[in-house]
């Protein structure tokens, strides 16, 4: 069912193609954006608590020094690598500088690493939730300056611009020519081409327009598509076009057949009977003055 808009339950994952009864449309596009960029935070922000409950399960459990530095690889029990300084106490995720000339491998392969204590597991686990929580970028801040950025390349654009801008968000959402502003809204209510035209009558407008191309496309496609057109009803049947070349004179439709049995034309009747009408036509016709 290509381009029909469906109903999400966001709290218990639910879709469905009929709209449920108690479904309200949003008062106005600007309300559908902020409700869409509201439940987008709150996707990402499970996400990253899903990512912190499992790395919460996660331990170190093998460590490997690396020699003639003071840095020892630390492997979790999710396959997870760090590296810790034992003189400095830092840890961090990405490979330091120092160990970029350094072919070390890995615990297992050696047979070198050893195993950690307890002690050691949990503070090694303290540090790493440290890091990562530093390391993590402020989803409120990062969207904050996409939004800054989206405006200000906005602000750039002259009228014609953001019109064209608008309606390419329309077409790459494949909106359905039949279908009205508000349910089609849903597909592209997230996109931030939405605010190059802010007056919902121009975007009304703008809709419809773009509505009316694609319902012309539509039309253009199918006249396309269309077989060629069957000759007219004035053009010469095979079987008479046979008739008119092998019988210039007085013949018995017997031995007409007889003569004509392999040929295309004449196979192109299908009963003898018609065969036999088309015949005595043309034999008619010669013995018609002209």
């Known amino acids: 069912m290509p381009n029909e808009p469906y109903y999400y339950e966001r709290n218990n994952g639910i879709t469905t193609w009929i709209r449920p009864f108690d479904f309200i449309e949003p008062p106005d596009p600007q309300a559908a954006l902020q409700i869409g960029l509201q439940w987008k935070r709150e996707k990402e922000e499970q996400k990253r608590q899903a990512a912190r409950t499992r790395a919460k ?11 003639g530095t003071v840095w020892r690889r630390v492997e979790t029990s999710q396959k997870r690598v760090f590296y810790y300084n034992n003189e400095t106490k830092e840890s961090r995720w990405d490979k330091p500088l120092e160990l970029a000339d350094k072919n070390q491998s890995r615990p297992d392969d050696t047979g070198e690493g050893t195993e950690l204590n307890v002690d050691d597991a949990e503070w090694m686990l303290a540090q790493m939730q440290e890091t990562s929580d530093e390391d993590e970028p402020n989803a409120q801040d990062t969207e904050t300056q996409e939004t800054s950025q989206e405006d200000e390349r906005l602000s750039k654009l002259d009228k014609p611009q953001k019109i064209a801008l608008f309606k390419s968000m329309l077409y790459e959402a494949q909106v359905n020519p039949f279908g009205m502003w508000d349910t089609e809204l849903s ?32 039309n253009q496609q199918k006249q396309l598509a269309k077989p060629p057109t069957t000759p007219t009803a004035n053009a010469e049947h095979p079987f008479d076009q046979l008739l008119r070349e092998k019988v210039a004179k007085k013949i018995s439709f017997a031995k007409f057949c007889q003569r004509n049995l392999k040929d295309p034309r004449y196979l192109s009747i299908k009963t003898s009977r018609e065969r036999e009408k088309r015949f005595n036509r043309h034999m008619e016709s010669l013995q018609t003055p002209k």
Do not use: G, M, Y
């Open 187 to 218: 597909k592209f209510a997230n996109d931030w081409r939405l605010a190059a035209v802010t007056d919902k009558d121009e975007q009304q407008d703008l809709f419809d327009s773009v509505c009316r191309e694609l319902i012309q496309q539509r």
């Open 57 to 67: 399960k996660d331990r170190p459990v093998r460590q490997q020094h690396i020699e």
